[in-house]
């Protein structure tokens, strides 16, 4: 589980969702995540899939590259 979250705090870890934590296991090996792959690989919405990266984006846990909208990707933060 330590090796999961890396450099997360445990209680960081433990008020994600797992859907939360499952992507940030997949970026860990994929790099980057756009919203629309994110809600399809974890059969969500696309509002909901901009509030998870939002959530993440907020706990410094990912950051963005691109503009708004389609272009945008998803990646983790340096050191995590």
Not at 2 to 20: G, K, M, T, Y
Not at 60 to 78: C, D, H, M, Q
Request: charged share 30%.
């Amino acid at each position: 589980k330590l090796d999961e979250r890396a450099n997360i705090p445990l209680d960081v870890w433990d008020a994600l969702a797992s859907r939360q934590q499952q992507l940030i296991i997949h970026l860990r090996k994929n790099r980057k995540i756009t919203r629309k792959e994110y809600a399809d690989i974890f059969n969500i919405s696309i509002p909901t899939a901009a509030r998870d990266l939002k959530t993440l984006v907020d706990k410094n846990i990912l950051t963005f590259k691109g503009p708004a909208g389609p272009g945008r990707y998803y990646i983790l933060k340096e050191g995590i």
